[in-house]
């Protein structure tokens, strides 16, 4: 089984699935795939306890390559999840990292020669994963994806496929390729040959191969983006150096170009149906203040202009970390992630952290929130952040001792505790920082859930005011949408 993120929900999934079988054939539950590489303690921490007492058996699996000789070494081996049977005989490189088995093994079957049919009803889900590329030879230095060249499945499987799917009435594909454009030539055509039942797709992209594939073949790029897909862009960063630092590219000279393709990139969908979901690196252990504030503005700058833009409110103060088989991970442990060189930038992801559980909890939404609820709450904690950053600069960096920090982390105290051990160590201080930045939040106790409401109803009427409606219409339709969001928005105090 994969999971995408140790939530309560991805849990509670997991626990419903394994009771529906009788307690004599529970099935043997393996967790992998990436996201297992980035969070092992979180997976560890969180499905263990809930099944060892159900005497399953359970297994964390990391692997680093192409999955496809795992799940071949297990079907060869009956499903059995003793070591030696599976990986010894199977010559994979293995080692145990923190409970969690990691796997090395770089060679897969070639995806055109990989079938693609399914034998079970998709109209079942909404959305369903395609493999239709696979590697990347990034390297970045914070990624636990080897680099090596990408491999593509052939235009002709990949258009029979999608149309096997889509008259099946599932709606959205997900492509699961760590960067589809890696080869611009191979993706583009990819896209050109899918059927016209296609409506939604979904993938994942460097800003220089997007950049790349629609400079070269604008007009499979402009019939594709009339069509409500989904491009996530690793962004990462708008700072040249950090890109570098980062490993997003070898040199200055590359790096400083993103910012340019970045910006031909969001014109270029502006007007169109597809949306741009960003991933990027605000905070790591040596960033100093001042580069946080440009990371942000530059942010601010891009989510204000471009309403089109997706952003996860968990990105906002993230910070870059462990994950099996980095770069940065092959020579830092977990603890040395959190070794800020500024420990304010440690403080303020613990508090940005804090306050957005708080905010979930206080307006009622979880993980089904809203594509344009999210991008207005990140909207609205970018805006804090960014005011918490300029008073954070008026505190000397030395109040914090980080030792005490690390030790808690290590205990897995949970975040509040944390929290509250950094404000009591500014003892005399203490109270006028904890006030100043409780202000921020609180908006003159007006509170976050105002906040967002104002928010929503500002970004849907700029929505509005950009349409080819009349200008009575507008006024109608924007009156219209006040009232509805203050009617469902029941727990914020308008
Ligand atoms: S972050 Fe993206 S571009 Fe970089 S190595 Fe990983 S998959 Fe490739």
Redesign the pocket.
């Known amino acids: 089984m994969s999971f995408i993120g140790h939530s309560n929900t991805a849990i509670y999934v997991a626990n419903c699935l394994l009771r529906a079988f009788p307690p004599t054939s529970r099935p043997k539950l393996i967790i992998g795939g990436p996201d297992v590489g980035y969070s092992t303690e979180g997976y560890i921490d969180s499905f263990l306890p809930l099944y060892s007492d159900q005497h399953l058996e359970i297994k964390f699996v990391i692997y680093i390559g192409p999955g496809e000789p795992y799940i071949k070494a297990l079907t060869e081996t009956g499903f059995s999840l003793s070591e030696k049977s599976i990986f010894m005989e199977q010559d994979l490189e293995h080692q145990l990292v923190r409970g969690a088995q990691v796997l090395r093994q770089f060679s897969a079957s070639a995806l055109a020669d990989q079938g693609w049919r399914r034998y079970y009803d998709l109209s079942l889900f909404g959305d369903v994963g395609v493999k239709w590329a696979s590697g990347?030879k990034?390297?970045?230095k914070f990624?636990c994806?080897p680099?090596r060249r990408a491999d593509y499945r052939l235009a002709q499987m990949t258009s029979d496929e999608a149309d096997h799917i889509v008259t099946q009435d599932a709606s959205k594909l997900l492509i699961s390729a760590?960067?589809f454009l890696n080869r611009p030539s191979m993706a583009s055509r990819i896209i050109d040959s899918l059927p016209s039942g296609v409506n939604r797709l979904h993938f994942?992209a460097?800003v220089d191969s997007l950049y790349l594939a629609v400079k070269h073949y604008p007009n499979i790029w402009q019939k594709f983006a009339a069509k409500r897909h989904r491009i996530d862009l690793?962004v990462e960063s708008f700072i040249p150096e950090r890109l570098v630092w980062l490993g997003?590219y070898r040199n200055l000279k590359q790096a400083a170009k993103q910012q340019e393709r970045l910006a031909y990139l969001l014109e270029f969908f502006r007007p169109t149906k597809t949306s741009i979901g960003f991933f990027i690196m605000p905070l790591d252990w040596r960033i100093t203040l001042a580069e946080a504030k440009v990371e942000a503005e530059q942010l601010q700058c891009c989510l204000e202009q471009y309403d089109y833009i997706f952003l996860a409110s968990q990105n906002i103060a993230k910070i870059v970390s462990y994950a099996t088989g980095s770069n940065f991970s092959s020579t830092m442990s977990s603890q040395d992630f959190y070794r800020f060189d500024d420990p304010r930038l440690l403080f303020l992801h613990y508090l940005i952290k804090n306050k957005r559980s708080l905010l979930y909890e206080s307006i009622e939404i979880d993980s089904r929130a809203t594509h344009l609820l999210e991008v207005v709450i990140s909207k609205v904690l970018l805006r804090c952040y960014l005011l918490c950053l300029e008073r954070l600069a008026m505190f000397e960096g030395e109040c914090f001792d980080l030792e005490p920090i690390l030790m808690l982390r290590e205990r897995k105290a949970g975040e509040q505790k944390i929290l509250d051990t950094f404000y009591d160590q500014l003892k005399q201080k203490r109270e006028k920082l904890k006030q100043s930045l409780d202000e921020i939040f609180n908006e003159e106790s007006q509170g976050m859930a105002k906040m967002i409401t104002q928010e929503l109803i500002r970004t849907l009427c700029r929505r509005i005011d950009a349409s080819e409606l009349s200008d009575p219409e507008k006024e109608k339709e924007k009156n219209r949408i006040v009232i509805a969001v203050v009617s469902q928005c029941r727990t914020a105090a308008v």
């Open positions: 990347c990034g390297g970045c990624c994806e680099p760590p960067d994942s460097r690793g997003k």
